[in-house]
């Protein structure tokens, strides 16, 4: 950028001194005391703009990030640009750019495969959803894979896996993906898919695990409980370093405000935890939630309004738990990343500062056995 008092005499710099003042900085996210929160990565600079950081996923060693472009929730064009193609970008653990992959749809789930060697991509949360593979490693004309759904979530809305909506986050638990059914009619449709691949085909076929409305077990009272999920969003591994819930499959329903742990998901009758989030004694809601897995290792944040990933090192304990908060009470609130009591639910800030946090990641370090 050409400095502007290069283009302006000495007294119309004065003048325009007198009168304009100087842009204000965005202040850097602040995390708790004895922590670092730094800039990890970006997006990689394109025309047009690769914008809208969204989720976020690891395999190899190296970091993966959907970025949304504007693309509506259904696939329909961002009506500023026309971009019907969200971006997954790669990189690695110093943030540098690797690779980039190109998906139709807005792109909203992001796991790693490592037994696999792939990332599985989910596009279109609301409805026409379908699902991509990315093989890195792969000759590139064989890395993008595209499955569509069998049968199609958004076929009806009868129950079970004919929910009427989309698909949404992805967690490989087990060797076996489950996805986040998003956007439910019916209250008696499936919350989380389990899905299989056939490579031939190129087709993903679903299955139901528990319902929106299950019978489950409250986290604080041990009371039994009925599910009334409308917003199925995020999912994640609970890492064995976990004082509680440690190897389940946690879902994260955004708008209900609630975390819902999976005993047994791979079984008949999943064992179902609820577990209500407050934050100030308010009901609260968050993006994605994650655990710091060991002592060695980040935590990534994505924070889709600075459009930057950061990276958050300190005192970490192993097994403790965090979430992108959403919403409390009635209002949207994206500005920070909480820690989760997983007894009582109450949240309390860890990094404060963001525009809007998305999804999150622990990153082990290079030697570590964690996992996350």
């Not at 110093?94 to 596009?123: E, F």
């Not at 655990?291 to 980040?298: F, I, L, Y």
């Amino acid at each position: 950028m050409i400095p502007i008092t290069k283009l302006l005499n000495a007294s119309s710099a004065c003048v325009l001194a007198a009168l304009v003042l100087a842009p204000t900085a965005i202040a850097a996210p602040e995390a708790a005391p004895g922590f670092t929160v730094s800039a990890f990565a970006t997006a990689p600079e394109t025309v047009p703009a690769t914008t809208g950081a969204d989720d976020i996923a690891g395999l190899g060693g190296n970091v993966f990030v959907g970025w949304q472009n504007g693309v509506g929730t259904k696939g329909e064009p961002n009506s500023s640009t026309g971009q019907t193609a969200g971006t997954v970008v790669e990189y690695d653990p110093a943030g540098q750019v690797l690779g980039t992959w190109s998906l139709t749809g807005k792109i909203d789930g992001l796991g790693g495969d490592p037994a696999r060697g792939r990332l599985i991509a989910t596009v279109n949360e609301d409805g026409n959803s379908s699902l991509y593979t990315i093989t890195p490693s792969a000759p590139a004309a064989q890395q993008v894979r595209h499955y569509t759904y069998s049968p199609a979530p958004d076929s009806g809305t009868s129950g079970g896996v004919l929910t009427g909506g989309g698909t949404d986050a992805v967690t490989v638990h087990g060797g076996q993906i489950y996805l986040s059914a998003s956007n439910p009619t019916p209250e008696n449709a499936t919350a989380l898919f389990h899905v299989h691949l056939d490579n031939a085909t190129h087709t993903a076929s679903l299955a139901p695990t528990y319902a929106d409305n299950a019978i489950a077990t409250d986290a604080a009272t041990g009371e039994s409980v009925k599910l009334a999920l409308t917003d199925p969003d995020s999912n994640a591994n609970v890492p064995l370093s976990s004082p509680r819930f440690a190897g389940q499959l946690v879902l994260a329903a955004q708008g209900d405000k609630q975390l819902v742990f999976a005993r047994r998901i791979q079984g008949d009758e999943p064992q179902l935890t609820r577990l209500a989030l407050t934050k100030e004694a308010q009901p609260a809601g968050v993006d994605d939630v994650r655990w710091s897995a060991g002592q060695t290792g980040r935590l990534l944040v994505v924070d889709r309004g600075a459009g930057t990933i950061y990276s958050v090192t300190g005192p970490f304990l192993g097994g403790e738990p965090f979430g992108s908060l959403d919403t409390v009470g009635e209002a949207e609130q994206h500005n920070e990343v909480e820690r989760v009591d997983l007894r009582s639910g109450a949240m309390t800030p860890f990094i404060t500062g963001l525009s809007a946090g998305k999804g999150l990641l622990w990153l082990p370090s290079p030697a570590s056995e964690d996992q996350g």
